[in-house]
């Protein structure tokens, strides 16, 4: 069983940064490979970043070059770097985890953190 719990969202203008962390628990989690997911008001769920557990990344094109997602296996926690961020990024982020290799399906879901880019 993992538990995930992200922390890190808020108001920030369009063009500024802001770092997402996904604190999991369970001591097997350096097996796991964990996603970022999002959803804007009136959109459906859409894959913005994942880290497999091999080390592998994997990125949207609409965040390429602006998302760095990144793991801390020590302290079983993933983050989600964001810059140049605009208002189409506005959405609850969600982090997702399955065992294994990544693939768009998640065993384990957080609650989400609410990200709003204003002017």
């Known amino acids: 069983q993992v538990q995930l719990a992200e922390s890190g969202g808020g108001l920030v203008q369009a063009g500024g940064s802001l770092r997402l962390s996904c604190a999991a628990s369970g001591h097997t989690f350096h097996s796991y490979s964990v996603s970022w997911l999002r959803q804007a008001p009136g959109k459906e769920r859409e894959f913005v970043a994942a880290?497999?557990?091999?080390?592998?990344?994997y990125y949207a094109d609409s965040v390429k070059g602006r998302f760095t997602i990144s793991r801390d296996n020590a302290k079983i926690t993933v983050y989600l770097e964001m810059n140049n961020l605009t208002f189409e990024d506005t959405a609850v982020y969600y982090c997702a985890a399955r065992l294994g290799d990544w693939s768009p399906t998640y065993d384990y879901w957080g609650q989400g953190t609410q990200v709003t880019v204003t002017s």
């Open positions: 880290h497999g557990w091999s080390g592998r990344l």
